[in-house]
């Protein structure tokens, strides 16, 4: 009996330990390499894009071409997406008047983006990307479709992150930092 409840006590420490390291993996997210071409290929596709708003109003992507690009796929019901909105909004407004965008491409119905936003107030535009945006994540790199998804564009269009998983303020901080100093 002795040597049961050692033995359950242990499986359930070992499972304890793989659970904090999977959740460690899922937090700090995973960079995505693409090639050049394929680069190219997708950020072409993403500035000849047209996504509404959120009063249905289709916005041309090309608006922001000139601009560092901080695009971020996201969805209502993913509680990383929602953690990193507060930071990206505080981010907007410090890097703005350097030329630095951020836009939010929801994967999510229209109603529920439209009810987070009257509840959350963000400094940077929510787009809804419909299918088209979920192929638009594929193509950037985002081949497992998960989320938070984000990428960090230059305005000579080059891809300087592309990033699966959360991203921490500092860590996007830095990034749009580094981007500005190129």
């Keep these: 009996m002795r040597g049961r409840r050692l033995l359950i006590a242990f499986l359930v420490a070992a499972m304890a330990l793989l659970a904090g390291i999977h959740a460690g993996r899922q937090r700090s997210g995973i960079t995505v390499q693409l090639s050049q071409e394929a680069g190219r290929e997708a950020l072409g596709r993403l ?3 047209s996504f509404d708003d959120l009063e249905g109003k289709p ?3 090309a608006r922001w071409q000139d601009k560092t690009v901080v695009v ?3 969805a209502t019901w993913c509680p990383p997406c929602r953690e990193e909105i507060p930071a990206f909004s505080r981010l907007q407004q410090r890097y703005a008047a350097q030329g630095v965008q951020f836009v939010g491409i929801a994967l999510d119905s229209a109603d529920n983006v439209r009810a987070f936003a009257a509840a959350y107030p963000v400094s940077y535009p929510f787009l809804m990307g419909g299918a088209a945006g979920v192929d638009l994540a594929r193509q950037l790199g985002n081949t497992s ?3 938070p998804f984000t990428l960090l564009i230059s305005p000579q269009a080059t891809l300087h992150l592309v990033r699966l998983g959360p991203l921490s303020e500092s860590e ?3 990034a749009v930092q580094q981007s500005l100093a190129r």
């Design 72 to 74: 971020n796929f996201w």
């Design 47 to 49: 500035f000849a894009s």
């Design 172 to 174: 996007i901080d830095l």
């Design 59 to 61: 916005q041309q992507f």
């Design 145 to 147: 479709l998960s989320l």
